[in-house]
Antibody, heavy 117, light 108 residues
Framework: QVQVVESGGGVVQPGRSLRLSCAVS????????MHWVRQAPGKGLEWVAV????????YYADSVKGRFTISRDNSKNTLYLQMNSLRAEDTAVYYC??????????WGQGTLVTVSS | DIQMTQSPSSLSASVGDRVTITCQAS??????LNWYQQKPGKAPKLLIY???NLETGVPSRFSGSGSETDFTFTISSLQPEDIATYYC??????????FGPGTKVDIK
């Protein structure tokens, strides 16, 4: 069965960096575009970034452009989100989601990132 | 950028009631609209894709309709396990996802 597992969250000081990982199994990872979506405490869903199935294209929300980098390693079935220059407003649960015809059909359980001094 | 609005922001209904949530796009998005259910502490779950298609395994009491700028999500008979927040999501501006602000559904 499909499994999507995020990791790498934690508490980090403002201005520092963190890398999130999303390990998948149960489907052909290299065939699917993948997204990161986040949710601040008590707030709604905010799309963060998407990467094409082959890594050839990447798009970002304006709120993270220039600070976050999405990448993938299809040989390891893993998606990444490198987050630099973190701010308090980046505090959220970060989910990765598989893209099926522009819908997120499989999601991980999320990993919490807290940016605080 | 396309903006999404949802109404109401919250509602309370009785078990067995028909529940309707609306989602409006700031411009024509054809049928490029999905609906998700999110229970507290859990990841979102895809219920409806392309405005009106029921995701495999989702109970038939859930349905969606609409096109262009106006969309409706309906629970035909509210069940206790349907307590959740529901989000619409558009994808006309590929490949960006834009989510609506959500509708919290409670049992009266």
């Amino acid at each position: 069965q499909v499994q999507v597992v995020e990791s790498g969250g934690g508490v980090v000081q403002p201005g520092r960096s963190l890398r999130l990982s999303c390990a998948v199994s149960g489907f052909t990872f290299r065939s699917y575009d993948m997204h990161w979506v986040r949710q601040a405490p008590g707030k709604g869903l905010e799309w963060v970034a998407v990467i094409w199935y082959d890594g050839s294209k990447k798009y970002y929300a304006d709120s993270v452009k220039g600070r976050f980098t999405i990448s993938r390693d299809n040989s390891k079935n893993t998606l990444y989100l490198q987050m630099n220059s973190l701010r308090a407003e980046d505090t959220a649960v970060y989910y990765c989601a598989r893209d099926r015809k522009r819908a997120g059909d499989y999601w991980g359980q999320g990993t919490l990132v807290t940016v605080s001094s | 950028d396309i903006q999404m609005t949802q109404s109401p922001s919250s509602l309370s209904a009785s078990v067995g009631d028909r529940v309707t949530i609306t989602c409006q796009a700031s411009q024509d998005i054809s049928n490029y609209l999905n609906w998700y259910q999110q229970k507290p502490g859990k990841a979102p779950k895809l219920l409806i894709y392309d405005a009106s298609n029921l995701e495999t395994g989702v109970p038939s009491r859930f349905s969606g309709s609409g096109s262009e700028t106006d969309f409706t999500f309906t629970i035909s008979s509210l069940q206790p396990e349907d307590i959740a927040t529901y989000y619409c999501q558009q994808y006309d501006n590929l490949p960006v996802f834009t989510f609506g602000p959500g509708t919290k559904v409670d049992i009266k």
